[in-house]
T-cell receptor, first 115, second 116 residues
C-alpha cells in the first residue's frame, strides 16, 4: 500500500517571503499522479497543483511550484511571495493510475502567514 | 452548477443512533467517494463508487454502508454510531479515470459529525 508523509505539522512564513512544504511518499509503482490540496478555515478542499510521475518537468501554477524528485520519492511545494490568504492546511496526495481515482493523503501541514 | 453538495453541515449523534449523510453532484461524474478527516491523519477513503450500482470499500469501511442508485447521489449510512466515528466527512466526485488522465476530484464542503 502507498503511504504519504508530511513531516512538518506546522510551518510559518513572513508575508511576501517564500516557503517550502515537504512531502515524501512510498510506492512500488511508476505510473501515478501527485497533488497538493489547500484547505482554508472554510474546510473546502482546493486543488493547488498536480504532477504526473512520467513528466520530468516540475509543475507550476502562478506562485505555486513543485520540486518533484521521483527517485527520492519526494514532492515538495514551494509558495513564492506568500500572501495572507495562503494561510491554510496543505495536504499532499498520491493517486495510482492503476487503482481508479482513489487518493492517499498525507497528514497535512498547517501554514501560518505573518503580516 | 452547484458542484458537490453535502447535508447536513453539522450533526451530533448519541452512541448507537443511525443516520445518513447525503451527497449529491450535478456534474454527471461517474466516480464518487467518501473520505473522513481526522486530526494529523489527513483524509482517508471510506467507500467509493465508479458508477450507479457499483460500490467498493476503501481504507476504513467498517461501520459505514453506501449505495449508488443514481449517478447524482451517493449517501453514506452509519448504522450504529460510535464515538470513534466522530470526524469530518467529505464527499468527492470526478469523471472516471483512465490510465494517463488526471481528472480533478471535486470535494463537497464537508459534514462535521460528533458522536457522544
Amino acid at each position: 500500500a502507498q503511504t504519504v508523509t508530511q513531516s512538518q505539522p506546522e510551518m510559518s512564513v513572513q508575508e511576501a517571503e517564500t516557503v517550502t512544504l515537504s512531502c515524501t511518499y512510498d510506492t512500488s509503482e511508476s505510473d501515478y499522479y501527485l497533488f497538493w490540496y489547500k484547505q482554508p478555515p472554510s474546510r473546502q478542499m482546493i486543488l493547488v497543483i498536480r504532477q504526473e510521475a512520467y513528466k520530468q518537468q516540475n509543475a507550476t501554477e502562478n506562485r505555486f511550484s513543485v520540486n518533484f524528485q521521483k527517485a527520492a520519492k519526494s514532492f515538495s511545494l514551494k509558495i513564492s511571495d506568500s500572501q495572507l490568504g495562503d494561510a491554510a492546511m496543505y495536504f499532499c496526495a498520491y493517486r495510482s493510475n492503476n487503482a481508479g481515482n482513489m487518493l492517499t493523503f498525507g497528514g497535512g501541514t498547517r501554514l501560518m502567514v505573518k503580516p | 452548477n452547484a458542484g458537490v453538495t453535502q447535508t447536513p453541515k453539522f450533526q451530533v449523534l448519541k452512541t448507537g443512533q443511525s443516520m445518513t449523510l447525503q451527497c449529491a453532484q450535478d456534474m454527471n461524474h461517474e466516480y464518487m467517494s467518501w473520505y473522513r478527516q481526522d486530526p494529523g491523519m489527513g483524509l482517508r477513503l471510506i467507500h467509493y463508487s465508479v458508477g450507479a450500482g457499483i460500490t467498493d470499500q476503501g481504507e476504513v469501511p467498517n461501520g459505514y454502508n453506501v449505495s449508488r442508485s443514481t449517478t447524482e447521489d451517493f449517501p453514506l449510512r452509519l448504522l450504529s454510531a460510535a464515538p470513534s466515528q466522530t470526524s469530518v466527512y467529505f464527499c468527492a466526485s470526478s469523471y472516471s479515470v483512465g490510465s494517463g488522465s488526471s481528472y480533478e476530484q471535486y470535494f463537497g464542503p464537508g459534514t462535521r459529525l460528533t458522536v457522544t
